[in-house]
C-alpha cells in the first residue's frame, strides 16, 4: 500500500488526545489540509484541546520526488519557525523538527493503518525536557 498522507493532496481529520508537561491528557481535534503545487506542497493544519488551546501551523514543503525524505519549514504563532523533515520508511513517516530561537525540538510518527487512515505519535520538547505530546487517529475526508 503506497501512502496517502503527505504524498496525496487531501483533508485529514484529526482525534486523539494531547498531553502536557505533565502527562495530563485532554481530548484534541483538528485538521490538515494538504496541497501540491508545482514547486512545493504546503500543509494548513490546527488542533485545538478541549480547553481551546489552539495550534495552527503552515507547513511548506520541498516537492518529494519520490526519495526517501523531504525538508520542510513551518511557522507556528506559540513556537515560533520550526524546520524539519519527513522520512518515509515503509508503512511509517517519521519527522524530526526543532524551533532554535524558542528553544524547542520534537519528532513524530505517522503509521499507516490503511489508505484512509493513520495514526499519529510525537513529542515536543524543550530544555531536553517533554513539553507536550499527542497521540492521534487521522482519518482522510477527500478522495484523491
Given at each position: ?12 481529520l ?36 478541549a ?31 520550526l ?9 511509517r ?52
Amino acid at each position: 500500500m503506497k501512502h496517502s498522507f503527505l504524498l496525496r493532496p487531501g483533508r485529514w481529520l484529526a482525534q486523539g488526545r494531547i498531553f502536557d508537561a505533565e502527562h495530563q491528557p485532554q481530548a484534541a481535534q483538528g485538521e490538515a489540509v494538504v496541497e501540491h503545487g508545482p514547486a512545493a506542497w504546503t500543509i494548513h493544519n490546527w488542533l485545538e484541546s478541549a480547553d481551546g488551546r489552539r495550534l495552527d501551523n503552515h507547513y511548506t514543503v520541498e516537492a518529494y520526488a519520490g526519495g526517501k525524505a523531504a525538508r520542510w519549514r513551518a511557522h507556528d504563532p506559540a513556537l515560533g519557525k520550526l524546520k524539519g523533515t519527513f522520512e518515509f520508511a515503509g508503512r511509517r513517516i517519521f519527522a524530526v523538527f526543532d524551533a532554535p530561537a524558542q528553544g524547542y525540538s520534537g519528532s513524530g510518527t505517522i503509521t499507516q493503518l490503511g489508505e484512509r487512515s493513520y495514526h499519529a505519535q510525537g513529542e515536543l520538547r524543550r530544555g531536553g525536557r517533554v513539553a507536550a505530546s499527542w497521540d492521534l487517529a487521522l482519518t482522510r475526508q477527500t478522495k484523491p
